[in-house]
Structures are given as structure tokens and as C-alpha cells.
């Protein structure tokens, strides 16, 4: 949900090329069956939707069917999009509670309950520093935000301070100033519901890309999936690792897509909303997890964290696996993933 369309993901440009091989010409279950693709501009970002079925027709009205429920989504969720429920949340924040959609309110909860899982580390009312750090707009000067500025807005941040009533279906910002905003947790719940989508209409063998959300359904021919983890501070497009995976989501939040460098520093999108400043323990982190969109959230709490907070976090949660590479360049791999995690070399250390 980003005014401008942000840069594919390099992960997921080697998903489908040198990292993965060719792809397979039909589903192992079905002689007949056939690749489908289609891309599309989803929640300001490419969205990528690819399925093996001997059905064209019903592929096809998914395909649809994915896209529409993007649109809706992010009519109700993005802060670019005018009558939103998000920008009447904002307009409404400190006077009256607002009647928002069901979506909107399952979102909100579940950025709640990420926020107490992370300590506040990821949090929906992050808006109120939005406007302050420019990393999308094309002609951004990579000038920093005023610090006092920055300083007087932290007290806006608190997602506690987001009242939500499931028996009236409304949701109330208490204090004046406060913004929501749900770029670090609705494309991860946009592929949630492509993923039922998809599952509820047949499909076994598919792939949904969107941003640096990915979901695999099935297998490739006939295997696991095979995905690059990006060296963050590799070539475009380079992967240090690569993972095989199968039914789970990809969810990468790292410091190398949306940044600028400003005397030898570098300042990324992904803001501590204790300091208002760019978070400094990770270069990224890599979730995996049945559900994308807890998997978008988390990776973002994460990443802020640390790679020792954040590891500790992951072997805690339920179904959440993940692969962090720390500011120092060292690389963190959950229990669960030491056996489906493949190391081609280590991550390029540059600043």
C-alpha cells in the first residue's frame, strides 16, 4: 500500500529463474495439466499468481477472483486511497470509534497480537511517523526528518491506544495525531485470502507472489519448491541460500529494497517505533509459516528486535520458522529449518 510501485523483490526474482531451474510443463498429478501466469499492479506492488490445471476457464475466473479481492482489500486498507477505512480511522482518531469492515478489524487484531508478541516492536500505529521518512517518492533529496520533530510524534505510537469493539465493529484511535497503518501486515493478509481462493476453487500446485510476500501451494514438479534467500548485500538477484519449501509462505523484510545512503549510512523503511529511526541489528529476515500474513507481520517485529531477541521469538511461536542475517552479517537458522536450509556461501559483508 505504497503511492509509488515499489522495486520487485530480488528474492522473488530468483524463485523462477537460475535459483529454481526450469519450470515444469505440467502438474505431477495430471498429465493434461498446463502452466497459467498472470501479473498485475496489487496494493502497489507486483502481483504475481502462477497454477498448474488442465481447467483454463477456472483458472482464469481465480485469477480474477485474486485480483478483485486484492482491490477490495486495499480499498479498505491503504492510506493513499481516499474513504478508506483506514484514512476514516485516522480522520476520527482522538473524537469517535469508526465502523470499519470485518477484514479490517481481523487485521487490526492480529497486528495487536503481534505487537504484545514483538513488545511493541511492530505496530500498526507506526503512521504517525509516515509522512516524516520519504522512501518512496521519486523525487526524494534523502533528506533526514527534523529529530525534534521525529521526538514528538513517538508518544502517538501505541497500539493500546487502538480500542477495538468486535460487537459494534468499530475501531478507535484515542489519542489526536495517532495513525494507523497497515503496510507491514495487509499484503501478507491479501495472500491469505488469494490462498484460500485458490485452495477453495481446486488448485493444489501454484505459486502467489506479492512484494516480498510469497506463498508456494503444492510442489514443482513433483518436488518442494526451491526458493533464494537474497544476500542482502549481494548483486541483485543473488541468493546466499535456498530453502525448500511446500504449503508455507516466504515473507522477507529487509534493509536493501527501500533506502537511501546519506554520508556512509544507510536508512531503510523499517522504523523502530521506540527511536523513530531506522532499526540497526538485522539486514533481513526471512519467515516462514503456514499463514502469510502472520509471517508478513512478524518479520518486521523481528528484524527490529535483533537477531537474539528475534530467534528467541521464532523458536517460541507455533508453525514460524525463520532466517535472519544480523548487521554483523552472521547468519541465524531456527531449529526447524536447519535441515531445509542449504548455504551457498556467505552473505556478501559490505555496509
Known sequence: ??????????????????????????????????????????????????AWSSDEASVQRL?????????????????????????????AAGEHPVRVAPEVLEVLEIGQKVSDWTEGKFDVTFGALADLWRFDDQDKDNRLPDADEVRRRLPLINYRALILDHAARTAFLQHKGMRAHLGGIGKGYAVEQAVKIFRDGG???????????LYVGGTKGGQPWKLGINDPRGPGGSSFAMIQLSNATFSTSGDYERFFMKDGVRYHHIIDPSTGEPARLCRSVTLVSPSPVLADAVSKGVFILGPQKGMALIERLPDLEGVIVSAKNE?????????????????????
Open 1 to 50: 500500500m505504497t503511492r509509488t510501485l515499489a522495486r520487485i523483490s530480488p528474492i522473488l526474482m530468483c524463485v523462477l529463474l537460475a535459483s529454481c531451474g526450469p519450470q515444469p510443463s505440467a502438474s505431477p498429478n495430471r498429465s493434461d495439466a498446463r502452466l497459467f501466469e498472470r501479473e498485475g499492479l496489487a496494493m502497489g506492488s507486483e502481483l504475481k499468481l502462477t
Open 63 to 91: 485469477f480474477d477472483q485474486v485480483f478483485a479481492r486484492f482491490d477490495r482489500l486495499d480499498a479498505m486498507m491503504s492510506v493513499w486511497r481516499q474513504g478508506s477505512d483506514i484514512i476514516r480511522l485516522n480522520e
Open 203 to 213: 488448485l493444489q500446485d501454484f505459486m502467489i507472489q506479492a512484494g516480498g510476500d
Open 331 to 351: 547468519v541465524f537458522v531456527s531449529k526447524g529449518l536447519k535441515d531445509k536450509v542449504t548455504m551457498l556461501h556467505p552473505p556478501t559483508d559490505a555496509p
